[in-house]
């Protein structure tokens, strides 16, 4: 049995044939979405799983950003047994009770920004950013967004029109949910300006804010725009840190005409970056906050954090029969508790810096790693060519995560060339240099 404090993986039959068996049955009867590795879980604590044929792994992918507190932390999994004693479902959109009351109340008070808020509850990020797009539509009376190039905001038609990330996100979907205009977002190592981000960061935010101006002045009405959504630091896209400067030059923009400022922490918040919420960074107040993944340590629920001024103000205008569910908010409660008593969210500082450091250094090492970025618990490294060129080399990217995997260490792409390291936010410094080691041995085998 595991207990989430091995110091290393331990792998000895990588696929086994269980693990076989069951991907097998799963690709026979199971839609086809996004699987990355042929990982097949049986038992997870703290950073550490098993799987089905007894191999031992570090998962450095949170199951996609969700756990941040550890596989099962002990909290989450008592507070989810005591109420499921209570009450499994009760309709918290149709009907009362306590628990999704006080986790309201305890979202609006640990939210950024000193004003009335509201919270809907959902069951996933997209649809937090569909409560985000029809409580903005609804309140402003605008119907035109702005998001970003290289953003991911989900894959329902509202959140998939502001998804930027990859064509195959949009492909053979059209039409989406129309009004949304992109702009480049301010990535400091590729950009279309052609300005070195890391050099000139003040220049690539100016660029980027003037040509959102230039669009306000030429097609695009600013008194038409209901809202801004952009995440604190890209996420699938790529974890792009833009500049210091940008949201607040971000803030001040949508401020002068209007515009709500949404900020998506789906896979930035909770903890991930070494502050509750990665706008926290910038310091920026967002108007709205959209939240889900790692809300409630594996338990389904989202929740969008609005202005109460922009409340729907009749019955019936959205609504959903499974958000809020007293399950999933009595294990939000529990994650947020672990995260403020236990130290997790400075402990993912901490251990940031030690990865930062170690992904800093294979950057100098290597010649196809021509970036290392992040906050936090949040980095990556992107795989290309050479430095000079700064061409993508996907399949070398995959196969270094492939090799990793072989190791005992689980990793997700990100972006077009990218591999993020997101492990959950109790990993100990032994821990996590022992996963960095092994993911430098995968490429220096990739590179031969």
Excluded at 85 to 111: P, R, W
Excluded at 154 to 183: C, D, E, N, Y
Excluded at 215 to 224: C, V
């Amino acid at each position: 049995m595991i207990t989430g404090n091995e110091s290393k993986p331990l792998v000895k039959n990588v696929v086994g044939d269980k693990a076989k068996e069951i991907i097998s049955k799963d690709e026979k009867f199971i839609a086809t979405t996004t699987k990355a590795s042929p990982a097949v879980v049986k038992e997870a604590k703290g950073i550490v799983f098993e799987d089905v044929d007894g191999n031992i792994f570090f998962d450095f992918t949170s199951g996609v950003g969700v756990v941040n507190v550890g596989h099962c932390h002990p909290k989450v999994t008592k507070a989810i047994k005591e109420q499921a004693e209570k009450f499994l479902h009760f309709a918290g959109t149709d009907f009362y009770y306590e628990v999704q009351a006080n986790l309201a109340e305890k979202l609006c008070q640990i939210t950024p920004g000193n004003f009335d808020k509201k919270v809907y509850y959902g069951n996933s990020g997209a649809e937090a950013i569909e409560a985000a797009i029809k409580m903005a539509r609804w309140s402003t009376g605008k119907k035109f967004f702005i998001a970003f190039i290289g953003a991911f905001h989900g894959r329902t038609m509202g959140a998939l029109a502001l998804t930027a990330s990859k064509p195959v996100h949009k492909q053979k979907f059209f039409p989406w949910t129309p009004g949304v205009i992109h702009m480049p977002y301010p990535n400091p190592y590729r950009n279309p300006f052609g300005i070195d981000g890391y050099e000139e960061p003040y220049e690539l935010t100016n660029a980027v804010i003037n040509y959102i101006e230039y669009a306000f002045n030429h097609f695009l009405p600013s008194d038409e725009v209901a809202a801004i959504f952009v995440e604190p630091i890209q996420g699938e896209g790529g974890y792009i840190v833009p500049p210091k400067n940008f949201h607040g030059e971000l803030k001040k923009l949508a401020e002068e005409h209007g515009i709500l400022f949404i900020d998506d922490e789906i896979q930035a918040g909770f903890g991930r970056t070494g502050k509750m919420w990665a706008i926290e960074h910038f310091n920026v107040v967002p108007d709205v906050i959209t939240t889900a993944k790692a809300m409630a340590s594996g338990i389904p629920i989202s929740a969008c954090i609005y202005p109460a001024e922009n409340d729907f103000k009749v019955k019936g205008a959205h609504s959903t029969t499974f958000g809020g569910n007293p399950l999933a908010c009595a294990a939000s409660l529990a994650t947020i508790e672990v995260l403020e008593e236990e130290g997790l969210i400075k402990n993912a500082e901490k251990q940031g810096e030690i990865m930062k450091k170690r992904l800093e250094e294979m950057k100098e090492k290597y010649e196809i790693v021509g970036d290392a970025r992040g906050i936090g618990l949040m980095q990556a490294i992107e795989i290309v060519k050479d430095k000079k060129s700064k061409e993508i080399e996907p399949k070398l990217r995959d196969e270094i995560i492939e090799r990793a995997f072989r190791k005992g260490i689980l990793l997700l792409s990100c972006g077009q060339s990218a591999i993020r390291f997101i492990p959950p936010l109790c990993i100990n410094e032994e821990q996590l240099n022992n996963a960095m080691d092994l993911v430098e041995e995968a490429i220096k085998e990739a590179v031969g």
